[in-house]
């Protein structure tokens, strides 16, 4: 940045002294305003924000050191260079100027060549403040990038690329989180595994493009048909999860019959490509051990539905077959 970038407000009663000062500025090749007393230069230099202010100690209605001590109350970004032109130079009154916020002072009687000295200095710190600010922006939007990123990443680890679905990382990850959730509130946790049961002799057959179609269409409809809390994941090639928080079996089997009302039309609907769902539920119980016995007793019973052909639900816990539920295939 050159010197001509910097405003320099000048505040003094003395129009001689303004005239002075605004010369030696100019000739820094500065932009210069002026003020006449205390109270129009803090209006000024709160409305304008000059990079330098160069004040008057004593003027009327509002001196030098109040109107400093003003514009550094206002705080937020705004931190001006400020120069206190004063005749008084003893300890105890200069000590009052720098507690007050002044960054440098001129003495009088003026000097033109300790003047202008002192604006090249008070130009440095402003430069130096003005790079550290810039320094600073970009360290933020550097972080902001960074922690966007970051966040696509994590999302990018945690989701399944064909669906969208979060994937099998989530699914264990979330039914952890739900399964100390449901601990803590005393509430029902259930699961439901899901099998795509024809997805391989659709990939074998006509190819993995029109697997992939089956697969995102199926995605599509186990979302539409869950209840707003759950949580659908796609945890392998041809499987599914679903976490059900606040839903005890009687709501997981619930919840697998409207699946497979809900996908068998669009399994029958091409006689080449015939699809269906097996269903394994189960929920928490006291006797369950922890989220990976509860998924365990899900995948089971989903292993137990496949075996008994299409669209069949049965139930995760042994003590439960009497619930299991099956649903011949109309295709």
């Known amino acids: 940045m050159n010197a001509g970038g910097l405003r320099i407000l000048v505040v003094d009663d003395d129009r001689s002294v303004r005239r002075l000062l605004t010369k030696i500025v100019q000739q820094a090749a500065c932009e210069a305003m002026e003020a006449s007393n205390g109270e129009e230069g803090l209006a000024k230099a709160l409305e304008t924000r000059p990079d330098i202010i160069i004040t008057d100690w004593l003027m009327p209605a509002m001196d030098g050191i109040d109107m400093v001590r003003a514009i550094r109350a206002e705080g937020g970004d705004y931190h001006p260079y400020i120069i206190l032109v004063t005749v008084m ?3 105890g009154t200069l000590v009052e100027a720098f507690e007050a916020g002044v960054d440098d002072f001129i003495g009088k009687p003026l000097r033109t060549k300790v003047i202008a000295a002192r604006l090249r200095a008070g130009r440095r ?9 810039r320094h600073i922006q970009e ?3 550097y972080s902001k990038q960074l922690t966007r990123s970051n966040l696509r990443l994590r999302e990018l680890s945690v989701t399944d690329e064909l669906t969208g679905l979060p ?5 264990m990850e979330r039914l952890r989180q739900e399964w100390e959730s449901a601990g803590r509130r005393q509430s029902s946790l259930a699961c439901v595994a899901v099998h795509l049961g024809g997805l391989k002799e659709i990939n074998d057959l006509h190819g993995h493009e029109r697997g992939d ?3 995102k269409t199926v995605a599509v409809v186990l979302r539409k048909h869950v209840r707003v809390q759950d949580i659908v994941c796609r945890t392998g090639g041809d499987e599914f999860l679903i976490i059900c928080p606040d839903s005890g ?8 019959e ?3 009302d809900a996908v068998r039309p669009f399994g029958c609907r091409d006689q080449e ?3 269906g769902l097996s269903i394994g539920a189960a929920e928490r119980r006291s006797s369950t051990e922890s989220c990976q016995v509860l998924m365990s007793l899900a995948d089971r019973s989903m292993e137990q539905a496949k075996g008994d052909g299409w669209n069949r639900i049965h139930a995760g816990q042994a003590q439960d077959v009497r619930l299991a539920r099956g649903f011949a295939s109309m295709c």
Do not use: K, S, T
């Open 89 to 91: 130079d003893d300890d």
């Open 125 to 133: 710190i402003v430069r130096l403040h003005q790079e550290n600010e």
């Open 139 to 141: 360290l933020e939007r």
């Open 167 to 171: 994937n099998r990382r989530y699914a």
């Open 213 to 215: 179609v089956v697969l």
């Open 249 to 256: 079996l009687e709501g997981a089997l619930d919840l697998g």
């Open 258 to 260: 409207r699946l497979v």
């Open 273 to 275: 490509c015939h699809f």
